[in-house]
């Protein structure tokens, strides 16, 4: 009996690992496009204001991309913390 009360606590300890492992992929998988998604944002900034001429939208662009290189050191933060790593190039 005791054995197999062992044998069912493993199985249920090996279930939570791959629950662990799956939402750890996701949390990885979400940060890279999130990654992405800031590092695309930050190419359409610099495209727009290379062609703006207008002061203010000048200063809109300035301000925004302010805002998305804190978004972006904010999102490096967080997988420096869940020790994340992808491949340079990749």
Avoid: H
């Avoid at 062992?6 to 979400?30: S, V, W």
């Amino acid at each position: 009996m005791e054995n197999v009360l062992r044998r069912i606590r493993f199985c249920a300890d090996e279930a939570g690992q791959a629950a662990d492992a799956r939402e750890k992929a996701k949390t990885r998988e979400r940060l890279l496009e999130d990654l992405a998604e800031t590092r695309r944002r930050l190419a359409c900034n610099d495209a727009w204001f290379q062609l703006e001429t207008d002061d203010a939208l000048v200063e809109a662009c300035v301000y925004e991309r302010q805002s998305l290189l804190a978004q972006r050191r904010g999102l490096l933060e967080r997988a420096r913390r869940e020790n994340v790593r992808c491949a340079p190039f990749g």
